[in-house]
């Protein structure tokens, strides 16, 4: 069984920025996909961005198109956390977020077998 606790979200205006943290505990970490998904009122969970350990030295990530070249997703093996780096923020943006983690690679939510509670990212105007 793994934990994921969330946090470090906010309100922030748009054009702004913030990072998303997510403390991973109770399995062996490096093995693990990591994922961010989001949820917005009365939509689904969307898949957002993952993490997987490819190497000793290498991380992949994946992003979801919107998300790309304004998100960074990375990973810290030592403490067992993983950033969701969030730049350049709009309204669209707000959602709550959720980190998961999975065995293997996957953008589907079900196949994310262990979730952390969710942190609130608002941007407004």
């Known amino acids: 069984q793994v934990q994921l606790v969330e946090s470090g979200g906010g309100l922030v205006q748009a054009g702004g920025s913030l990072t998303l943290s997510c403390a991973v505990s109770?399995?062996?970490?490096?093995?693990?996909?990591v994922g961010w998904f989001r949820q917005a009122p009365g939509k689904a969970r969307d898949f957002v961005a993952l993490?997987?350990?490819?190497?000793?030295?290498?991380?992949?990530?994946n992003y979801e198109d919107s998300v790309k070249g304004r998100f960074t997703i990375s990973r810290d093996n030592a403490s067992n956390t993983v950033y969701l780096q969030m730049n350049s923020l709009k309204p669209e943006d707000t959602a709550v977020y959720y980190c998961?983690?999975?065995?293997?690679?996957?953008?589907?939510?079900?196949?994310?077998?262990?979730w952390g509670q969710g942190t609130q990212v608002t941007v407004s105007l």
């Open positions: 998961a983690a999975a065995r293997a690679f996957s953008r589907l939510a079900a196949d994310f077998g262990s």
């Open positions: 109770g399995r062996t970490f490096s093995s693990d996909v």
């Open positions: 993490i997987r350990r490819s190497t000793s030295n290498f991380n992949y990530a």
